[in-house]
Structures are given as C-alpha cells and as structure tokens.
Nanobody, 120 residues
Framework: QVQLVESGGGLVQAGGSLRLSCAAS????????MGWFRQAPGKEREFVAA????????GYPDSVKGRFTISRDKEKNTAYLQMSSLKPEDTAVYYC?????????????WGQGIQVTVSS
C-alpha cells in the first residue's frame, strides 16, 4: 500500500501556472502507476492525468491535454502535475492517486486532496 500527500495548491490568475506535488510513502512506490483527478463543487470527480510506473507513458483527457503535464521522480518518491494556461474552470480540489495500472479505473489509492483556485 502507498500513502499520498499533495502540496502546491493555491490561488492563481487565469493564464498562470501552478505545479502540484504528490509525495508517496511506502516501499512499493516505484511499482505503482500515478495519476491526478479533480473535483469541482457540485460535479463528479474527473480524471486529469496518469503516468505509468516507469514514467514512459502518460495520458490526459482533452480538457487538459497540451496544458497539463504529469511526471514522476522515483528517487524522490514524488509525482508532479505541471499546470499551465490555467482557466477558471480548472478550479477544483485536486487529488493524487496511485494504482496497479496506468488506467484511471485502477488508480484506487488516494491522497487527501488540495485546493486549486483560478481567478478570472
């Protein structure tokens, strides 16, 4: 099992950038795919990005493709989400996730979430 703690959230103006970090603990970090989800008020949780355990494969939905980049540092046991060209509709609580496969349906370990607010 892996424990996940997010950091780096906050308030940013539209068009700005922000980088989220996800620190993982547990000896099996390197064997897990990692991902990010978000949930805005009154909306369902939405998949944002995922990266394979090797770091060689990443996937994004169309809503963030070209603006968000997921990466991971195995030595630091940390995953990142670099967000650029932020829009007010990106405002949400962002959750780090981990799982056995680079597929949203398999990312079933969760962090506590962190708020990202994009002002217009």
């Amino acid at each position: 099992q892996v424990q996940l703690v997010e950091s780096g959230g906050g308030l940013v103006q539209a068009g700005g950038s922000l980088r989220l970090s996800c620190a993982a603990s547990g000896r099996t970090f390197m064997r897990y795919a990692m991902g990010w989800f978000r949930q805005a008020p009154g909306k369902e949780r939405e998949f944002v990005a995922a990266i394979s355990w090797s770091g060689g494969t990443a996937g994004y939905p169309d809503s963030v493709k070209g603006r968000f980049t997921i990466s991971r540092d195995k030595e630091k046991n940390t995953a990142y989400l670099q967000m650029s060209s932020l829009k007010p509709e990106d405002t949400a609580v962002y959750y780090c996730a981990a799982g056995s496969r680079n597929d949203p349906a398999y990312l079933n370990f969760w962090g506590q979430g962190i708020q990202v607010t994009v002002s217009s």
